[in-house]
């Protein structure tokens, strides 16, 4: 099954918290879609590091971070999951 929407909008979810994959989510999507969807999600993470958020903003840096863990965590996920279906990405 395709992607619906964007797969960077779809990355941006998983970064806000308003979608969690499993193992059993991820079976939908095709070799294709995977790669695509690890490509957005290391995009995503990329534009969330650069952003400049200065030390006294301590809420704003814990909501980065919790962002850079939820994606750290979805590319884990992926990754384990291709890695056990023989899934080369």
């Keep these: 099954m395709a992607i619906t929407g964007s797969p960077k909008k779809m990355a941006r ?3 806000d918290g308003f979608l ?7 079976r ?10 690890l490509g957005n999600i290391a995009l995503v993470a990329r534009d ?3 952003e ?3 030390l006294e903003n301590v ?15 979805a590319e884990t996920l992926i990754r384990s999951y291709c890695r056990k279906r023989r899934i080369p990405v």
């Design 48 to 50: 969330l590091r650069a």
């Design 20 to 26: 969690i994959l499993t193992q059993s989510s991820l």
């Design 28 to 37: 939908r999507y095709t070799p294709a879609d995977l790669k695509t969807i």
């Design 59 to 73: 809420m704003a840096l814990k909501a980065r971070n919790m962002k850079l863990s939820r994606l750290n965590q």
């Design 13 to 15: 979810d998983i970064a």
């Design 52 to 54: 400049q958020i200065p």
